[in-house]
């Protein structure tokens, strides 16, 4: 005697149910299809009204204008750009400038703050109390604030191009900005970019195979005599047979500015000052808390193990601190990104300020430019929380959580 | 609580059905008992606030005439300070009725912006401005200066044209606001200040020494200054624009606000009409028919405001030439009132 197999249910519709419906069952889902209808509704109407209100104002729209001159020049550009380029290209060398400043403010702002954190902690009582004060200055002064001052402060500390501060006659420091050589490529650079690349990878390879000796068979390896051959020792000796790979424009004082060589504007400076200063007080206190967090029995356990303090600080101690610090570091790398737009009253060239600024005014297109900006702000911030969660999980994971 | 916020929503959504522009700005500025003008941040001579908070300037006049037109009180206007680059949208979104806010009239604001310009205040050109001691004496010796110029103004654009066009190299640095950028001169991050000449001459007095700094001769381009109101409602765009023809007009006939009731009072058919004893223009405006009596006796004629504001009564002393009467060698014309 067979019994026929029976039919399982759809489960589809099952699941649809639980995740809409929840306790309330098909009810439920037809309350949400009605929510979601609404909504989608108040959304047309909002941007049908726009539309609409725009035309009866003879207010342009659309996003023709991207394809306008933009007429305007901006002080410094990652890429080429001239007034006679577009407003799109604006747009991109504003997304740039944006981009550049918060990469480098997230950069100092997380080393500042981890060594900060790390005063904080130590018993020497002089370094803890510096800490503290710092902490507790930086993070109770409002941003734009510590941004004015910075600029004006260290503008007004600073000579005239005439009279820059120069060091051994390669560097200037003015009110212009930071003036350095800038390197010109000759006929050794591309055997130098070769083996630069050789060495980095020669160097990955080394610790991947270090690493699996310390797990597969315990074996210790000292790699880094290695790995300083390969990242300087092969550069230099492909310099000595091919030559130099490039050599530097001095800058020169010329009418009111420098000429020739690379320059760092105030602007730049003062922005990635304030901005990881600041944010560094709030990181150093994620740190601090991460660390504290972490049993102190952790701390004795590896020393009872015979490993220095160092070490169980490093292979013990962050590690687990990091599951902690992640999430709320997360928080302030957002924030930085976002307070990064404060510089429009320094007259950073930012996206902000080019684009939702000058090109606003310019055009009056003030919809489409603040929907643009804000879109891209959105997708700065959700990529870096998305990079973020991934390093969070891999943290996690490590330590089998 | 979830029919609450579908209450919420269906509220909302009825509200943003409402049309947004009411093409009834005199209606909406007498029912609100108060005319709501946007002027600059800060500009001496133009609008500039004293530190009692009292409003002063060419610009602040115009709106005060405005509102003495309708109110016959020229204190009845809350004036709404904006940045170069918020101002338009302030107008476009009806926060202000007037923009009178020292903005070039050009093809792409007039035609693009949902909004009009009413007339020309002032004529203008833009200008630069140096520190004596770089002992520069033209504009064209300026190479590979680095320029503070006011973000979201032509200006931006007068600049780079005018180095393009002469093959000069320059760095720009532009603020948000008017204070930031006469801050970053003072503090030596540029060379050159450039703005509308007027405008050089006003932030000239803020400086810690003016005397220090100079205006160089070179004009380089055509600013006329003017108010602007929104699209679409011809009966205000009407009244802002001939509140200004008719204080041209008063100083072209002598009428000042000192003797005003005389002039009034006098059998000239011309002062007749303008000065509402014989037609009715000023009720065809939606006003009354004392409007420029009350325009007149409230701010001055147009000569008179700008002594007051900019000219030889004021701190800045800026000459009339173009902004004097067509008659007198300059360019203010008023077409006639009849």
Request: glycine share 10%.
């Amino acid at each position: 005697m067979s019994t026929e197999a029976r039919k399982p249910p759809a489960q589809i519709a099952l699941k649809i149910r639980r995740i809409l419906g929840g306790k309330t069952g098909w009810n439920g889902v037809a309350v949400q299809f009605v929510f979601a209808a609404i909504l989608g509704w108040i959304g047309y109407e909002i941007v049908s009204n726009t539309r609409a209100n725009l035309e009866n104002q003879h207010i342009a729209a659309g996003f023709g204008f991207l394809r306008n001159n933009a007429g305007f020049d901006v002080n410094q550009t990652l890429i080429s750009y001239t007034g006679s380029d577009t407003f799109l290209r604006v747009f991109v060398v504003g997304l740039l400038n944006t981009l550049v400043v918060s990469v480098v403010g997230i950069v100092f702002a997380t080393v500042i703050g981890f060594i900060v954190a790390l005063c904080r902690l130590s018993p020497n009582w002089l370094l803890s109390r510096v800490g503290e004060i710092y902490v507790e200055i930086i993070r109770n002064l409002p941003v734009l604030f510590q941004i004015l001052f910075w600029y004006l402060a260290v503008l007004a500390a600073l000579p005239n191009p005439r009279q820059s501060i120069s060091l051994l006659g390669i560097v200037f420091i003015s009110n212009r900005g930071l003036v350095i050589p800038r390197p010109i490529g000759e006929s050794g650079f591309e055997p130098f970019l070769a083996a630069l690349a050789v060495g980095i990878v020669g160097a990955l390879a080394l610790r991947v195979y270090a690493r699996s000796a310390l797990f597969q068979r315990g074996q210790m390896i000292r790699i880094w005599p290695y790995v300083l051959g390969l990242l300087f020792g092969l550069p230099l000796v492909t310099m000595l047979v091919f030559g130099l790979p490039f050599t530097f424009e001095l800058p020169q004082l010329k009418g009111f500015n420098f000429a020739g060589g690379s320059r760092i504007i105030p602007e730049f400076v003062a922005l990635t000052v304030a901005l990881s200063t600041y944010t560094a007080a709030f990181i150093a206190e994620i740190v601090r808390a991460g660390i504290l967090s972490v049993h102190k029995g952790q701390m004795e356990a590896g020393s009872s193990l015979g490993l220095s303090r160092g070490t169980t600080l490093r292979l013990i101690v962050v590690p687990q601190a990091m599951r902690v610090i992640v999430p709320p570091l997360t928080n302030q790398y957002l924030n930085l990104t976002k307070n990064s737009s404060l510089a429009v009253a320094i007259g950073y060239p930012d996206l902000v300020s080019v684009f939702a600024g000058t090109s606003l005014s310019q055009t009056g297109q003030a919809i489409e430019i603040i929907a643009m900006t804000m879109g891209v702000y959105l997708l700065i911030s959700l990529l870096t929380s998305a990079v973020m969660s991934v390093y969070g999980w891999r943290v996690s994971r490590s330590l089998g959580a | 609580m979830k029919r609450v916020t579908l209450a919420l929503s269906l509220a909302l959504a009825a509200g943003l059905t409402a049309q947004a522009a009411d093409a009834q700005t005199l209606k909406t500025v007498k029912d609100r008992g108060v005319l709501s003008c946007g002027v600059s941040q800060g500009l001496p001579g133009f609008s500039s606030p004293d530190d009692k908070g009292n409003w002063t300037g060419l610009d602040v006049d115009v709106c005060r005439a405005v509102a003495a037109a309708i109110f016959d009180d020229p204190t009845k206007v809350k004036f709404v300070p904006l940045s170069a680059k918020d101002r338009f949208t302030a107008l476009q979104s009806g926060e202000v009725d007037v923009l009178s806010r020292n903005t070039t009239w050009t093809i792409s604001r007039d035609t693009s912006l949902g909004a009009n310009f009413t007339g020309i205040t002032y004529y203008d050109g833009q200008g630069f401005m140096v520190k004596k001691s770089l002992k520069v004496n033209s504009a064209l010796e300026l190479n590979s200066a680095s320029v503070c110029v006011q973000t979201g103004t032509t200006t931006e654009q007068n600049l780079a044209d005018y180095f393009k066009a002469n093959n000069m190299k320059y760095e720009v640095i532009a603020f948000g606001t008017n204070d930031e950028t006469v801050k970053a001169y003072e503090a030596g991050r540029c060379d050159v200040f450039t703005t509308d000449q007027s405008g050089l001459y006003a932030n000239r007095l803020k400086l810690a020494n003016p005397n220090d700094h100079m205006v160089l001769p070179e004009i380089i381009s055509k600013e006329p200054l003017g108010p602007m109101v929104r699209h679409g409602d011809d009966q205000w765009f009407d009244l802002v624009k001939w509140t200004l023809f008719a204080m041209v007009t008063a100083e072209e006939l002598g009428v000042t606000s000192k003797n005003v009731d005389e002039k009034a009072k006098m059998e000239n058919p011309e002062l007749k009409r303008v000065l509402g004893t014989d037609g009715n223009f000023g009720e065809q405006l939606g006003l009354t028919k004392d409007w420029v009596v009350r325009i007149v006796k409230a701010v001055g004629n147009y000569g008179e405001v700008f002594d007051r504001n900019v000219g030889s009564g004021s701190p800045l002393a800026i000459n009339r030439g173009l902004n004097n009467l067509w008659n007198k060698g300059g360019l203010q014309y008023a077409p006639p009132i009849r």
